[in-house]
């Protein structure tokens, strides 16, 4: 008895003409599923090339303490008063999140060897709509990107600050703070310091003559109970 071998089907189905549309809309999806949400860092290009322009005219003292992050640091020009006999280095670019200091810091940490590294950044994280969790992981690759590079250096968080126009955020921003400060208990080499709860007053609401017009940004006044928040934390 012989067996009959059936050739295969190769019938096209009737629907075959949607494959193409189909596999373009998959791929769409897979792309759009990794694309970030949120601000990437190469639009901060042009402000880190200024940095590195200024430090090949003048080159910043090795061992200082650096800052680094978002505009409360960009605009905390009083440093060198603020702080005198420490040498600082201030490499705030306003606008940017945690993530974007972790990407930049082989241009705006390391080079400098410093033995102190002061960041403030995830505010506007979560004003952009990140969770506290989500600001912990990039605050954690921070870590990771500084002590690859520079094992001894320490860090130092700056507790998101509670601005009044960004009330919604509030539980958040606490949130987050909590989340970090917890973080850097795990870790000598890294120290949460409160300056948010500063700011507030006795029953823990806000001070608004502490912020500029825009309840956002900090007044000279608002810097000086930073600066002496900070300033024990600095000593060598």
């Known amino acids: 008895m012989s067996c009959t ?3 295969p089907n190769y019938a096209v189905p009737m629907n075959s003409t949607l494959l193409p549309r189909r596999l373009l809309l998959g791929v769409l999806a897979i792309l759009l599923a990794a694309t970030p949400a949120f601000a990437t860092p190469d639009k901060w290009t042009a402000d880190i090339d200024k940095f590195t322009a200024a430090d090949a005219t003048n080159p910043p003292p090795q061992g200082a303490v650096v800052f680094v992050g978002s505009s ?3 605009y905390w020009t009083t440093l ?3 702080f005198p006999g420490i040498a600082t280095i201030n490499r705030g670019f306003g606008g940017s999140e945690m993530a974007d200091s972790a990407f930049y810091v082989d241009r705006i940490v390391s080079p400098y060897h410093p033995r102190l590294v002061v960041v403030y950044a ?7 709509g990140k969770s506290a969790a989500s600001v912990l992981a990039d605050f954690q690759a921070f870590r990771r990107q500084v002590h690859a590079a520079l094992p001894a250096t320490k860090i130092i968080y700056l507790a998101m600050k509670e601005s ?4 919604t ?9 909590r989340l970090i400060a917890a973080a850097c208990a795990t870790d000598q080499r890294c120290t949460f310091v409160d300056v948010a709860a500063p700011l507030l007053d006795a029953k823990g609401g806000y001070r608004p003559e502490l912020f500029r017009e825009d309840q956002l940004h900090l007044r000279p006044a608002g810097y000086a109970i930073w600066t002496k928040v900070l300033a024990p934390y600095l000593q060598p």
């Open 169 to 177: 955020v509030r539980p958040q921003v606490r949130e987050g703070n």
């Open 122 to 128: 995830g505010e506007n994280d979560i004003a952009a």
């Open 72 to 74: 409360s640091i960009r």
């Open 164 to 167: 009044p126009v960004r009330a």
């Open 80 to 82: 060198a008063e603020d």
């Open 5 to 7: 071998r059936r050739a």
